[in-house]
């Protein structure tokens, strides 16, 4: 298994992406691009009306918003915010208890 960090990928984004229609679709073409390590939908709300979430993993913040411009070009989404990591508190692979 690939550590980004250990590749030099230091600079990941949340992309939070407004799908309307074809969710199916789109988050498949998301989940296509290499630099995705991470593709879920999840409910939207009013106050919150992105429904798919993508983990991008880049060199710089530059590259990471770059490849965030080519999703949108390949799914037609263009209501997309992207949440840059300030500071990483945990970071672990899960670990299932079997004692409960």
């Avoid at 992105?50 to 993993?57: A, Q, W």
């Avoid at 390949?74 to 670990?95: D, P, Q």
């Amino acid at each position: 298994v690939l550590n980004h960090q250990e590749a030099g990928y230091k600079h990941n984004a949340m992309g939070v992406w407004q799908v309307a229609a074809r969710v199916q679709e789109v988050g498949a073409v998301m989940a296509s691009f290499p630099q995705v390590s991470h593709c879920y939908e999840r409910p939207s709300s009013p106050q919150w009306p992105y429904n798919l979430y993508t983990m991008i993993h880049g060199h710089s913040k530059e590259e990471c918003t770059a490849i965030a411009e080519r999703i949108s070009t390949a799914t037609g989404v263009v209501n997309y915010k992207l949440l840059f990591s300030i500071r990483e508190f945990k970071k672990t692979s899960m670990e299932y208890f079997n004692d409960l």
